[in-house]
């Protein structure tokens, strides 16, 4: 279990493709800390303090679930897309409920829900951010069929979010 966290942390941090279990570190790698400033909009404090709980707790990159919730929503609480879609990371109803989330609209059920969600698709895509982004996106049995460009707006998705995410890297650098 230990190997598989520190290859899902290390390549999401990465963004690498894949790390084969062998090469995986034995002790679990400190996840970086948020770049709340370095997005187009600043993560408010309130919601950077949720993403650092939600990052430690499922082991992922804070910096790649503000990156999310940027593209999501623009860290708007409020949010409803024309799909249906819930939040600041707007889950989708059904995905909702099956992480546990009991109002969508909650920031602090919402990104814990959505982290958990994202926390299992890259450990089903073995720590590829690409897919995981995409299946995020595009639903994660389309893109087990079709990979990461499954869909248009999955691409522009796996691009945008990935663009913030390196931009939030850099600046911790």
Same mark, same amino acid.
């Not at 999401?12 to 970086?32: D, F, G, I, K, Y």
């Given at each position: 279990? /230990? $190997? /598989?966290?520190?290859?899902?942390?290390? %390549?999401?941090?990465?963004?690498?493709? %894949?790390?084969?279990? !062998?090469?995986?570190?034995? +002790?679990?790698? &400190?996840?970086?800390?948020?770049?709340?400033?370095?997005?187009?909009?600043?993560?408010? +404090?309130?919601?950077?303090?949720?993403?650092?709980?939600?990052?430690?707790? #499922?082991?992922?990159?804070?910096?790649?679930?503000?990156?999310?919730?940027?593209?999501? !929503?623009?860290?708007?609480?409020?949010?409803? !897309?024309? *799909? @249906?879609?819930?939040?600041?990371? +707007?889950?989708?109803? /059904? %995905?909702? +409920?099956?992480?546990?989330?009991?109002?969508?609209?909650?920031?602090?059920? $919402?990104?814990?829900?959505?982290?958990?969600?994202?926390?299992?698709?890259?450990? *089903?895509?073995? @720590?590829?951010?690409?897919? %995981?982004?995409?299946? #995020? $996106?595009?639903?994660?049995?389309?893109?087990?069929?079709?990979?990461?460009? &499954?869909?248009?707006?999955?691409?522009?998705?796996?691009?945008?979010?990935? !663009?913030?995410?390196?931009?939030?890297?850099?600046?911790?650098?």
């Amino acid at each position: 279990m /230990r $190997n /598989r966290i520190a290859v899902l942390v290390f %390549t999401a941090v990465a963004l690498a493709t %894949t790390l084969p279990a !062998s090469a995986a570190p034995r +002790q679990t790698v &400190a996840l970086p800390q948020l770049a709340a400033a370095s997005f187009p909009l600043p993560v408010p +404090q309130y919601l950077g303090a949720i993403i650092n709980d939600a990052a430690a707790k #499922y082991r992922v990159d804070p910096n790649l679930i503000a990156a999310m919730a940027f593209r999501e !929503s623009r860290f708007d609480a409020n949010a409803v !897309s024309r *799909r @249906g879609a819930q939040g600041i990371m +707007q889950l989708m109803p /059904r %995905t909702a +409920q099956a992480m546990g989330v009991r109002n969508a609209f909650d920031p602090r059920d $919402n990104v814990f829900g959505a982290t958990r969600y994202l926390a299992t698709l890259l450990n *089903r895509f073995h @720590g590829n951010v690409d897919m %995981t982004l995409a299946a #995020y $996106n595009a639903g994660p049995e389309l893109v087990d069929r079709v990979g990461p460009s &499954a869909t248009k707006e999955a691409v522009d998705y796996v691009a945008a979010v990935k !663009s913030f995410y390196l931009t939030a890297l850099r600046a911790l650098s």
